[in-house]
């Protein structure tokens, strides 16, 4: 992947949607970690190969399992191995001391591909290009639906495009899920005076 077909960890602005995006990671073979790492969960699957992404914070992963216990790759650094002192570095660039188990546990494709939606979203939210947010959090609704997080980025951008409907639904929807506060009731309640 890296060495063969040249794929390699994006070099040109971090931001650009590009990054993020599959058919652009594939047609520039560059790309954000958790994009490269998509490619590469796809061809071990397809080799039989036990690895999988790590939604580790701060920082995509790959966890190879080896009989040694597992080993931890980094698709932005060409397939560097990352050993202990790197996954501290990772750790004290989020400002924890530490990844847990947890952080370094191998995850589903499903939430490699909400990641991946997750970064998409964050840019073009950032950058003011609202029908792309939305494209993006719609993606991300459609993965996983019942995370509040996801279900209250995808009302914020529908309510940002207009679509005040499925701001209201979203909105709604995210008041069953754990996370639900006082401000997103005030909110919800403004949705349902603009539509009235």
Known sequence: IFGEMGFAGSTKDFDDPGNADLVSILEARAGLPVGLGIIWRHVARLSHAALHGVDS??????????????????????????DEVGLSEIANRVGIKALSEAMLAPVSDRVMAVRLQTNLAARA????????????????????????????????????AGQIHIALEWA????????????????????RQKLN
């Not at 939210?125 to 939305?134: E, F, K, N, P, Y």
């Not at 709604?172 to 899920?177: E, F, I, K, V």
Request: hydrophobic letters at 40%; aromatic letters at 8%; charged letters at 20%.
């Open 57 to 82: 914070p701060g920082h995509f992963l790959l966890r190879l399992e080896a009989p040694d216990g597992p080993i931890f790759i980094d698709p932005l650094a060409g397939g560097a191995i990352v």
């Open 125 to 160: 939210r950032a950058s003011g290009q609202i029908d792309a947010w939305l494209r993006a959090a719609f993606r991300r609704a459609l993965l996983a639906p019942d995370n509040y997080q996801v279900a209250h980025d995808y009302s914020q951008a529908a309510e940002a």
């Open 172 to 191: 709604q929807r995210a008041s069953q899920l754990q996370g639900y506060t006082q401000a997103d009731r005030e909110r919800t309640q403004t949705l």
